[in-house]
Each structure stands twice: as C-alpha cells, then as structure tokens.
C-alpha cells in the first residue's frame, strides 16, 4: 500500500505579494509595465472607445507627475517605453505623443487629492456606463459587489467633456477615500495603491455592473443584508486583496504579449 505523502509545510509553499523596490527606476519600470500591461487587458476586454479612456501611474519621484497612455495609441498596442510622463498642469515632460487634455484633468485631480493613491484608472466600458446612466450605486447582490459596498461613490452631475479642473476638482472630492466613483452619464473610475490594484478594481466593478443590470433584467434580486456586506467587504476589499485577484490576468498578459514590457 502506497503511503500517504506528509503535507508540505505552509511556509514552503510559493505565495506571491507586492515586490518592494528601493530603487526609484526599478519601481518607476515596474509601475510602466503593469500600466501597459493594464491596457492591453482592457483592449481585449472590450474597454476602448475611440480615444476615450486612460489609466495613469504616479511617478515614484517626481512630484506631480503621472505615467499615461499616450493619445490616439490603441491600447493593444501601446508598451511600456512608449508610455508619456505629464505634469499637474498636462503638459508633456517625457515621451513623443500628445495626451487627451479632458481626460487628464480628471486623473490629475484625482491623484493630487489621493496621494494615497499610485493609479487612477477610466474608461468608457459598456456595462459601466449603463450603469452611469442609471446614476446607481452598485448594490450588494453578490459577493464581489460587497468589496465596493459603502466604499464608492455617485457623482451626480453631468456637464459635458470634462476640460474644467474645476470640474476634476469636484470628481475628486465626490471620490473622497473611496475606493471608487460612478459618473453619471459618463462611466466608472477607480483607484488603488497599485497599478494592479486599480485596474482590478476596474474590472471588478464593470462585472459588477453587469451582473447588477442582468439581475435586475431578470427579476427581482436579493440584497446581501449590511452586517453580512460589511464583513464580506473587509475581507475582500483591501488594494492587497485586489492585487492577489489581478495576478493571474497579469501574467496571462505578460506572457501572451512579452512586448509590452518593452
């Protein structure tokens, strides 16, 4: 009879966390990659609209400064070393392109008001924007959607293509320490203390968005009651949780597509 093989101690087992870097480019190179990385997971997820959409990256030691995709690149094909650097003001201080002035004044927004916050992520995916149109909260139907409960925001104004900093001023200050907004008529946008985190959250929040609609569509759904949401939302909604959740997307990427490193 074949013996039973002893179980492998826990700490020799492989579980990933975020790297530490000491060296500034080191985690300058790391926070491009996984913003490249990020976009090239949303073009296949469907989230390009036009030009329309942005992830940014603040710069590890420049102040006020925020890694983006550069304008008018399709997100499948932009790669690390062709990403832009633009200061608070919107101006290009590194790189060849342009960058989208509408959609930056709200990430620049954003990022002064969270210094907490390394990524800020937007884009004009379909389910978020239905929800947007609504102008709802994504609401504890399921066990994902406890991760955003009483931790996003509604932005309850429309006025335009955003070109006002006044404008972003006030995106940011609806966001507050949340992890989340929905903008109304406009679409969704998170932010985490990672690229990794942020788009995450990005994603999980467009699912949600979906499910939420379907559920609807189809009936009436069941609310996840608020001790159970609020449990369920500590246990799932840290940035370090939506790291873990992102790896495997990560890797799929970065494997599939070694270019982007580039």
Known sequence: MTEMPEPIPVDQLRFDLPPVHDDPAEERQHRKERLAGALRLFARFGFEEGVSGHVTARDPELPDCYWVNPFGVPFAHVTAGELILVNGEGQVVRGGHHVNQAAFTVHAAVHRARPDAVAV???????????????????????????????????????????????????????????????????????????????????????????????????????????????????????????????????????AEPELLS
């Open 121 to 255: 992520v937007h884009t004009h995916s379909t389910y978020g924007r239905a929800l947007a149109a609504l102008g709802e909260f994504v609401e504890p139907y399921t066990q994902e959607a406890c991760a955003f409960f009483e931790d996003h925001a509604v932005y309850d104004a429309y006025t335009g293509v955003i070109v006002d900093a006044e404008e972003g001023r006030r995106i940011a200050a609806a966001l507050g320490s949340c992890k989340a907004v929905v903008l109304r008529n406009h679409g969704l946008l998170t932010v985490g203390d990672s690229v990794d985190a942020a788009a995450w959250w990005f994603l999980s929040m467009e699912r949600c968005a979906e499910v939420q609609l379907a559920a609807r569509a189809a009936g009436k759904p069941v609310l996840i009651d608020r001790r159970d949401a609020v449990a369920t939302r500590d246990q799932l909604g840290s940035d370090l949780v939506a790291w873990i959740n992102y790896q495997p997307l990560w890797r799929r990427i970065s494997r």
